[in-house]
């Protein structure tokens, strides 16, 4: 099992930046690859990013290429992500996620472990 708990997130204006941080539980992080995904109200839930277990291999949705970054921190059992040139339509609540397998993952069913969420709000 393992537990997930986001933090980070807040109100910012169009063309800041916010870091999210997802700390995990258990003695095995680095087995899992990571994802962060989000869901705007009204809309289902969609891939953001994605991080193999050794963070070597990063994917990225083409809405956010280039403004996003996955990181992680095994020895913290921490994954990041630092988004930069927020725009309004980045406002959701943010999801971290693990999954047992391997990259590439982007379906929300791919995912077996799930943390609460956290707002980010971007204003105009």
């Known amino acids: 099992q393992v537990q997930l708990v986001e933090s980070g997130g807040g109100l910012v204006q169009a063309g800041g930046s916010l870091r999210l941080s997802c700390a995990a539980s258990?003695?095995?992080?680095?087995?899992?690859?990571m994802g962060w995904f989000r869901q705007a109200p009204g809309k289902e839930r969609e891939f953001v990013t994605s991080?193999?277990?050794?963070?070597?291999?990063?994917y990225y949705a083409d809405s956010v290429k280039g403004r996003f970054t996955i990181s992680r921190d095994n020895a913290k059992n921490t994954v990041y992500l630092r988004m930069d040139s927020l725009k309004p339509e980045d406002t959701a609540v943010y999801y971290c996620?693990?999954?047992?397998?391997?990259?590439?993952?982007?379906?929300?069913?791919?995912?077996?472990?799930w943390g609460q969420g956290t707002q980010v709000t971007v204003s105009s």
């Open positions: 258990g003695r095995t992080f680095s087995i899992y690859t």
């Open positions: 991080i193999s277990g050794s963070g070597g291999t990063t």
């Open positions: 996620a693990a999954s047992v397998w391997g990259p590439p993952i982007s379906k929300v069913q791919d995912y077996h472990y």
